[in-house]
């Protein structure tokens, strides 16, 4: 980065341009990617208010722009932005294909423009999730502090309908907003500034098979997409289990919170070693895919009732998705490694990847 500390208003200004040029070209993508209207055109209730989706994601763009402005005036130690470096790197991209291919960008440029492309990717989708996470925990919420009565009356109906709902939207909402703030927010005073981008294409493809639209494809080879509430016949054990589940999420969560304005894929923003990372390197990609494979007990009791190739199928479906998210440990693992020795630092005391004592 640069060392320049004293900047005139004029390259201020320019800091800025560079960012809202970013922000519109992202906004416009999106506005014209078929998948994400699927995310922002659900319409949301809070008590009385209603509104879509799409709207509130709109007056974000608004919001954040301004806040972008304010924070280029008032910044007391500017220095050039990723912004700048990465339509740096974009320009000689298009001028001069073959010297980038054979010579590469510059270290400040390449980290910018992968930075770029990781917000742009990752944000506004984050965003889109974010609101109605919102919207429905409040609401489950709000029924249920104006019917405690029914949960005396009939606590299995109230847990199915709007409790374990509740649970879970407050669970995801909390874990989504660490990772929104994360994408949109890169301060030195919050010490989440972005040291690393993976440049790898297969720690792309791993991170990526996981979201949409890359998802769906994923999802379409391996035969099964996650069951967030699975149903049991004997109350007892229906409650039992999705409770379990829940706490497997609310440590998943855990781990967003812990991470706090560094969480975000793909990047080294300095090595977090408390909250659940105490005790594995992985605790997210843990306790996701034990919840996983809790949603697909159902399946497994059916399949396993219908054919030994059937039992197959299902423990395959969720061992892949398994085997993804043990990839995407291994190059996180890699590229963090590779970057500085801090992670080799924190491996020497927490050993163990995703079982404590064992794995």
């Not at 990717?121 to 925990?137: D, K, R, S």
Request: hydrophobic fraction near 50%; charged fraction near 15%.
């Amino acid at each position: 980065m640069s060392t320049q500390t004293s900047f005139t208003p004029a390259q201020r200004w320019e800091n800025f341009g560079a960012s809202i040029t970013l922000v519109l070209m992202t906004y416009l993508l999106y506005e014209l990617a078929p998948y994400y209207h699927t995310y922002t055109a659900e319409e949301l209730h809070i008590r009385t208010f209603h509104f879509i989706n799409r709207d509130a994601i709109h007056l974000v763009y608004v919001v954040y722009s301004i806040l972008l402005l304010g924070y280029y005036l008032i910044d007391k130690n500017p220095q050039t932005s990723k912004s700048i470096y990465c339509l740096r790197a974009m320009k000689r991209i298009v001028t001069a294909p073959l010297a980038v291919y054979q010579q590469g960008l510059p270290a400040q440029e390449r980290l910018s423009l992968l930075t770029v492309l990781l917000k742009a990717f990752f944000a506004p989708l984050m965003v889109a999730w974010l609101i109605p996470h919102m919207a429905h925990m409040i609401d489950n919420g709000f029924y249920l502090a104006t019917h405690l009565e029914l949960l005396q009356k009939d606590f299995l109906a109230v847990f199915n309908y709007r409790g374990y709902w509740f649970l879970f939207q407050l669970i995801l909402f909390l874990d989504v907003f660490f990772f929104t703030i994360g994408y949109l927010i890169e301060m030195p005073m919050l010490k989440n500034q972005i040291r690393s981008v993976d440049p790898t294409l297969f720690g792309w493809a791993v991170a990526l098979a996981c979201y949409p639209p890359f998802n769906g494809l994923t999802s379409k080879i391996l035969s099964w997409e996650q069951v967030d509430f699975p149903q049991f016949d004997t109350p007892a054990v229906h409650i039992m289990v999705n409770f379990l589940l829940l706490g497997l999420m609310a440590i998943y969560t855990s781990a967003s919170v812990a991470l706090n304005f560094k969480a975000s894929n793909l990047t080294h923003r300095g090595i977090i070693a408390h909250g659940p990372y105490r005790f594995i390197r992985h605790p997210a990609y843990t306790c996701k895919n034990l919840a996983w494979w809790i949603g697909s007990i159902p399946a497994l009791m059916v399949g396993m009732q219908t054919s030994l190739w059937s039992t197959v199928m299902v423990l395959s479906s969720v061992g892949g998705w398994t085997l993804i998210y043990t990839l995407r440990a291994l190059t996180e693992e890699d590229h963090l490694k590779k970057v500085d020795a801090e992670y080799g630092r924190y491996c020497q005391k927490v050993k163990y990847r995703f079982i404590p004592g064992v794995l």
